[in-house]
């Protein structure tokens, strides 16, 4: 062997070391020996560890070599130890064999040249104990990350089924409704006041269904990193009263007291309008849902502060506040809270503190998932508080303050008010009859000509015709699609500019860039509120 090797001889007789020196020095030319003749310097050398073999007497005349084999191996259980001793007998070499000792030999001037064998034997015999040792924990290793990944691909298949049952129970249950009354309206002579509450019923579950279709459409975005922000300067307080006003009418339900207190002082953020309305939408219904009947839900809105900052350009002409100025939204409820096992996962999708079908809370688990994704993508955080089970719980949302000069709140202009559809001529395009015939009614209540085509050819042909004002088109059509009709009408001598907008259920962000390209200057997703669509139309018409 030509690798160095440092040994530890621990032998109190000087002749003895040199003859054993020597004899090893034949077999490892780089041989390091560091003699120990007291207990103080062997447990310094036990500290340092810097030696691959120990040597040792067993008759010394401040301890036994037993001791010594034992304190080397209580450091070291791999390190290779030879006993070389002329004292010994039968019982003292089986004892140190228990011990761990790898060799024993007797000293004698014919035994000294065994000494090279057996210490190239243990040390041999050390590296394939280490080795065995590293494969057994290797072994030991990789069935633990077996077992963690088959433990977190179980738990991950237990939620997917949960989601799935869950999912399955929240669409069939407003179905369930939806389709009872429409047979009773169809099949029964039902009085006034019965034929409202049917309507009422069917319009509320109707959406119960689009927001859980949004849900779903939101949570695949947030996955795929495609969910986008249309971010300007915004002011909170419409946002906020916004969705206070959406779920006044459940909390009323409830007998639940809904109140707020908006600090009007509080400036704006660089945020999506209507993605800031849906947080608080989301964090409030939340909390009117665990809250009992007679208990209170709570919104805030104050300016907050917080110490060393940097100012951060975040768009042209806006910029954070330098001391770290926040708007916080807190919403806080007298509800059923949540305990500390289920805090530190509330924010995960899919996740709900009770899955099983007994559970007294409906939803799909999404709401909160939403949120954070939404409030990271604005540059905020959010958390959330409860002192366990019946305490109530508090959610913290904040979002860094903007700073605006003149020009662009000079941007900020409000809302037009929709415009009356009187004299317009609009032509409408869907291979879905229903639809068709809703979109029809819709538009002529509001004053609009319909004239209506379930197909892109049909649409066409009533095109050349009619030269509409605008054009309202389904994008998934069979034989030609929305897409394709748009781009054949833009290729149409002197009734090429019309004014189109796509009305689809494709609604990713995706599909809203495929039809603007395509040739349409609005995009809307199905299902659309009835006064929605014509606003949009309005506004269309009003701008162009």
């Known amino acids: 062997m030509n690798q160095p090797l440092c040994i530890l001889l621990v032998d109190d007789n000087p002749d003895d070391r040199l003859l054993l020196c020597h004899e090893l020095e034949q077999e490892f030319p780089d041989l390091k020996v560091q003699e120990i003749l007291e207990a103080k310097g062997l447990e310094q050398a036990l500290v340092a560890g810097e030696f691959d073999l120990a040597i040792t007497d067993y008759q010394l005349n401040w301890t036994d070599g037993i001791q010594i084999l034992e304190a080397i191996k209580s450091r070291d259980s791999f390190c290779p130890v030879v006993m070389f001793t002329g004292t010994g007998n039968e019982e003292i070499a089986v004892k140190a064999m228990k011990a761990g000792l790898d060799d024993y030999l007797l000293k004698a001037p014919s035994r000294y040249p065994r000494i090279r064998a057996a210490v190239r034997l243990a040390l041999e015999r050390a590296e394939t104990r280490r080795a065995l040792a590293r494969a057994q924990a290797e072994q030991v290793e990789l069935l633990q990350r077996e077992q963690a990944a088959r433990a977190e691909a179980e738990a991950a298949n237990r939620l997917k089924d949960e989601f799935l049952a869950t999912l399955s129970h929240e669409l069939r249950t407003p179905l369930n409704a939806m ?42 975005c947030a996955i795929t990193g495609k969910l986008q922000l249309n971010s ?92 770290s100025a926040y708007a916080q939204i807190t919403v806080s409820d007298t509800g059923k809270g949540i305990s500390s096992d289920v805090l530190p996962f509330i ?21 909160l998932a939403i949120v954070r994704n939404l409030v990271e993508l604005h540059g905020g955080s959010v958390y959330a508080e409860s002192q366990g089970e019946g305490q109530g719980t508090t959610f913290t949302v904040k979002f860094p303050l903007m700073e605006t000069n003149p020009a662009v709140e000079q941007k900020l202009t409000p809302l037009e008010e929709p415009l009356n559809l009187s004299g317009v001529q609009i032509l409408v395009v869907d291979d879905e009859l229903d639809t068709l015939e809703l979109i029809g009614f819709v538009l002529g209540q509001a004053g609009a000509t319909v004239t209506k085509a379930s197909s892109a050819q049909a649409a066409l042909e009533a095109f050349r015709q009619l030269r509409p004002s605008i054009l309202v088109c389904d994008i998934a059509m ?11 009408i833009r290729t149409m001598p002197n009734l090429g500019q019309v004014l189109a907008i796509a009305l689809t259920a494709y609604a990713r962000k995706l599909d809203q860039q495929q039809a603007i390209a395509a040739g349409f200057q609005q995009h809307l997703a199905k299902p659309v509120e009835p006064e929605v669509l014509v606003r949009e139309i309005a506004n269309l018409l009003k701008h162009n």
């Open 179 to 220: 389709m009872g009354w429409t047979q009773l309206m169809v099949t029964q002579r039902l009085n006034e006041q019965t034929f409202n509450r049917a309507a009422e019923v069917i319009h509320r579950n109707t959406r119960m269904l689009a927001q859980l279709i949004e849900d779903l459409l939101d949570v695949s």
């Open 232 to 323: 300007h300067p915004t002011e909170l307080i419409p946002a906020i009263k916004a969705a206070i006003d959406t779920v006044q009418a459940t909390a009323i339900a409830k007998r639940i007291h809904l109140s707020s207190r908006l600090d009007a002082s509080v400036g704006m953020i660089l945020g999506d309008a209507s993605r800031l309305q849906q947080v608080v939408w989301n964090l409030l219904i939340n909390a009117i849902k665990f809250t009992p009947e007679g208990g209170r839900v709570e919104v805030r809105l104050e300016q907050v502060e917080e110490a060393g900052a940097e100012s951060q350009k975040l768009a042209d002409n806006l910029t954070a506040i330098p001391d």
């Open 478 to 488: 069979p034989e030609m699609d929305g897409y394709m009709l748009i781009q054949q």
């Open 347 to 367: 924010f995960e999708r899919f996740r709900q503190a009770d899955g099983s079908t007994t559970r007294k809370y409906g939803g799909l688990g999404l709401g």
